[in-house]
């Protein structure tokens, strides 16, 4: 059925009235309003996937609705240059409630508001996590249907690797839209960092995305193509050939600010929704009569559900929302990937690119990769990880460790990966390196917390945004911490192992904490307490942009939000697909596996019936 269409469709279109119908009230979808068979709330990572997959069959429409403009800027395709997005107007620029185990700091979070989601914006490192964290969903948690195997056709589909330089891709998709291969890598990333891994005892592991296990120290994979342009979920799945599909329309500058239910029949469905292209601007509606498909992100999908009455009673009675359904997980279960202040070395001049801050000496660099698509602006920054176990008795992790409990899935996933990037990472690289100095930055990141916040609403106005609280470090027994201590503890290692010092300029010995080179500049005979790391942790510790699990799937209808087909428990009509959906954290970067999901999720719609 193909209810609404247009020969003078443009794609993407930023006219609402081009594709909905101006209403004054937000309570039904007019009969005479555009109707299509899915409206995508969110045109991300997981919206891009579900639109181009969904759309292969032209007997299905769709609209996709993205809040955000194009992805059609400089630093949305220069690798290198993803933070030069962070507080512009395509980043929603959250920030969290003060975090009292940490410093009391308020934390930004950057999340991506534009064609592409996240994807448009991210680091660009290509994981699938350890095959244990979906082998725990299906057979821990109870999420059948969602285990590593099952997933596995879907991570081949999706990927369009690239081989360079011998790499094996047996494990790996080839002919998939999303393109992924190896970026630059630094002479200090690969000779320095990457072999000091080795000396501490981290295996080097070629390929950390294949059904073995992903430990190991590796060169990331990143999502980039062969000009050397990122490849987001936009760019893969939303190419000129789909956009050109008359069963697809695009719509930029929307944002979907109610969900309309049709409450007249027992269970409540929904049978499409309001957008509004600004604050107070008006109103316009359009019906969907198959699904309305939430795939608005961790924070945006939770704050969407509570605003139109599915959520923890306590919100909706503190706003006054009427009750569509009570659900005590919308927005519960939230977990993030937290990272330590970052260390820092002084590295010789030139090694890092730090000197590409000043614009004359990076003027070559934008030429080389303009025209070759190589170099470091082809980098991803994050060019190298380790991904390790806090009980791996043969690391470094130092004797505190020993009180650290290990939360790996399924006993052996890791729970510990530490970056390394050439370059000085220090508030979210907003402080670039002093003047003439060239920073090695490792980052060593908990990957399993048990540490849970939450995402609510402190409004009924769908444009303010939503209250986000990680709770970090507030697991009962400090665990996170002391995980994250065992990590740093390697990282101190390898700072000091044999292979890293060619690449490493001398500083003044200090065990001052407030050196910014401590704990590398720490004297070699000096004892560096836990205590002084576990302050020092703090000071500037932030987020890896990973949060998960605010309507988290179950197979029970008491347990979560969505059912196993990723459909809202209690009501008709309404789907979530996006990294709201985990049922639990993962212990790597969840690009991958939400593009995998988004490839499930879309022959799942398809085949649902017509509501
Ligand atoms: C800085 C950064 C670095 C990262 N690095 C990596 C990495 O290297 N590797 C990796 O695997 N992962 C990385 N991630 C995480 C990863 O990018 C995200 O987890 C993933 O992209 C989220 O996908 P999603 O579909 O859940 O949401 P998103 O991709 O965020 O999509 C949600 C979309 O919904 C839109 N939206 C929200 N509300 C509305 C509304 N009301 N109406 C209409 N549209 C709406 C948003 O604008 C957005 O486009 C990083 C994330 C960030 C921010």
């Not at 290509?126 to 249907?145: N, Q, R, V």
């Not at 019906?287 to 961790?298: E, I, P, Q």
């Not at 002084?346 to 025209?371: E, Q």
Request: glycine letters at 8%; a neutral charge; charged letters at 20%.
């Amino acid at each position: 059925m193909i209810p609404f269409l247009s020969s003078s469709k443009s794609n993407p279109t930023s006219s609402p009235g081009s594709y909905a119908t101006r209403v004054d009230d937000a309570a039904t979808i007019p009969d005479n309003a555009n109707h299509y068979d899915f409206v995508i709330v969110g045109g991300g990572t997981a919206g891009c996937v579900l639109a181009s997959r969904l759309t292969e069959d032209p007997s299905i429409s769709v609209l996709v609705l993205e809040a955000g403009p194009t992805n059609n800027v400089l630093p949305a395709k220069a690798p290198l240059l993803f933070n030069k997005l962070f507080k512009t107007e395509r980043d929603w620029d959250y920030t969290t409630v003060p975090q009292p185990k940490v410093a009391n700091r308020e934390l930004y979070w950057p999340r991506g508001r534009m064609l592409g989601g996240s994807s448009s914006m991210n680091a660009m490192i290509y994981h699938h996590g350890s095959y244990s964290d979906f082998d725990e969903w299906a057979e821990k948690l109870g999420c059948k249907g969602w285990s590593y195997a099952d997933l596995a056709p879907y991570f081949r589909k999706s990927e369009g690797c690239v081989p360079k330089n011998g790499f094996d891709a047996k494990d790996r998709g080839t002919t998939g839209p999303w393109k992924t291969g190896h970026s630059f890598f630094s002479d200090m990333g690969k000779d320095g960092f990457l072999k000091a891994c080795e000396q501490v005892g981290i295996p080097f592991s070629p390929d950390i995305n294949t059904p073995r296990g992903t430990e190991g120290i590796t060169n990331t994979m990143t999502f980039i193509d062969q000009k050397g342009l990122r490849s987001s979920a936009a760019t893969a799945y939303l190419t000129p050939d789909v956009l050109a599909r008359s069963n697809l329309t695009v719509a930029l500058a929307a944002t979907v600010t109610r969900i309309v239910f049709d409450k007249s029949a027992g269970t409540p469905r929904a049978t499409g929704v309001v957008l509004q292209t600004t604050t107070g601007g008006s109103l316009y509606a359009v019906g969907a009569t198959r699904k309305v498909v939430l795939a608005a992100g961790s924070i945006n999908t939770p704050q969407i559900l509570m605003l139109n009455g599915i959520g923890p009673s306590s919100s909706l009675k503190a706003l006054s929302i009427p009750t569509v359904r009570v659900n005590e997980h919308v927005g519960a279960h939230l977990k993030d990937h937290f990272c330590t202040s970052g260390l820092l070395l002084k590295a010789k001049p030139g090694y890092t690119f730090d000197y590409l801050n000043t614009t004359i000496k990076a003027v070559p660099a934008l030429v080389r990769w303009l025209s070759f698509g190589t170099g470091p602006i082809s980098s991803n920054i994050a060019e190298a990880a380790a991904f390790i176990r806090s009980n791996d008795e043969r690391l470094p992790t130092g004797s505190s460790a020993a009180s650290a409990r290990y939360h790996g899935s399924q006993g052996v996933g890791p729970d510990l990966e530490i970056i390394g990037a050439p370059v000085a990472y220090i508030d979210h690289g907003f402080t670039p390196a002093p003047p003439g100095v060239d920073i090695f930055s490792l980052v060593p990141i908990g990957l399993r917390p048990q540490s849970e916040g939450f995402v609510s609403i402190k409004s009924k106005d769908p444009f303010e945004k939503a209250v986000v609280d990680p709770r970090y470090w507030s697991d009962a027994d400090d665990n996170d911490r002391k995980v994250l201590l065992a990590g740093l503890r390697v990282c101190i290692a390898i700072t000091h192992a044999e292979a890293l010092q060619p690449f490493l300029e001398p500083v003044e010995p200090s065990n001052d904490p407030d050196n910014m080179f401590w704990p590398w500049c720490a004297p070699k005979d000096a004892v560096i307490s836990d205590e002084d790391l576990l302050n020092w942790m703090s000071r500037t510790a932030f987020t890896l942009y990973h949060p998960v699990g605010t309507a988290r799937m179950s197979a029970k209808a008491d347990d979560g939000v969505v059912d196993l087909d990723l459909n809202v428990y209690g009501v008709k009509g309404l789907a979530v697909c996006d990294a709201s959906i985990f049922p639990q954290q993962i212990s790597g970067h969840p690009t991958a596996p939400i593009i995998a999901i988004a490839e499930k999720a879309a022959e799942l719609f398809a085949k649902s019936a017509s509501i």
